[in-house]
Nanobody, 123 residues
């Protein structure tokens, strides 16, 4: 029983940086946290995931080297730090949670989802 709320999405310029936050309510000890995004007319895409201890992290190929995910379990919060933003990063970004010890790239593996936050990257 977990609720997730994303925040931080806004319009930014190409090359800029932005940090998204996802605050969880309910018990999340042991939960893997993931980030996905969905651009207009496209399928939902894996962005990043982090194990509950923060020691294992995965990134999608399109964001590798530019995005970093982290978590503060004391605050029940996971972050997505985005840098060198590109127009193709424009999307609704979702956080997700699953009661597993190892992160997954698969949308279907996540039990809980936030409502999404809009990121728009323009010149």
């Amino acid at each position: 029983q977990v609720q997730l709320v994303e925040s931080g999405g806004r319009r930014v310029q190409v090359g800029g940086a932005l940090r998204l936050s996802c605050v969880a309510s309910g018990r999340t000890v042991g939960y893997v946290m993931g980030w996905f995004r969905q651009a207009p007319g496209k399928e939902r895409e894996f962005v990043a995931a982090v194990s509950w201890r923060g020691d294992v992290k995965f990134y999608g190929d399109s964001v590798k080297g530019r995005f970093t995910t982290s978590r503060d379990n004391a605050k029940n919060t996971v972050y997505l730090q985005m840098s060198d933003l590109k127009p193709e990063d424009t999307a609704v970004y979702y956080c997700a949670a699953d009661q597993e010890l190892y992160p997954s790239r698969l949308e279907s593996d996540y039990e809980y989802w936030g409502q999404g936050t809009q990121v728009a990257v323009s010149s």
